[in-house]
């Protein structure tokens, strides 16, 4: 069992910066690649970007490219989401989640989520 939860969102202007945190606990964090979700209103869940067990490859979704970044520190079990240049249409509720096959979680295929931490970007 995985335990997982985000902290960080908040109410920020567009252009602005946040860093999303995802605390894990639980079976071993460091085995297990991560990913960030989003779902905004009305709209399905997306994949934002994943990280590997060991960080050292990364993917993101395509409007996400260059502007969001996933990193891992498994000493401190947590997976974060530093986000700039936020656009008004990244308003969602983030989640954390994980997968042990990291192309099951590239594909949405999660075993483990958080509950969601909200992110709303005002114009």
């Known amino acids: 069992q995985v335990q997982l939860v985000e902290s960080g969102g908040g109410l920020v202007q567009a252009g602005g910066s946040l860093r999303l945190s995802c605390a894990a606990s639980g079976r071993t964090f460091s085995n297990y690649p991560m990913g960030w979700f989003r779902q905004a209103p009305g709209k399905e869940r997306q994949i934002v970007a994943t990280i590997t067990w060991s960080g050292g490859t990364t993917y993101y979704a395509d409007s996400m490219k260059g502007r969001f970044t996933i990193s891992r520190d498994n000493a401190k079990n947590t997976v974060y989401l530093q986000m700039s240049s936020l656009k008004p249409e990244d308003t969602a509720v983030y989640y954390c989640?994980?997968?042990?096959?990291?192309?099951?979680?590239?594909?949405?295929?999660?075993?483990?989520w958080g509950q969601g931490t909200q992110v709303t970007v005002s114009s």
């Open positions: 989640a994980t997968h042990p096959d990291l192309m099951n979680l590239r594909r949405g295929v999660v075993r483990y």
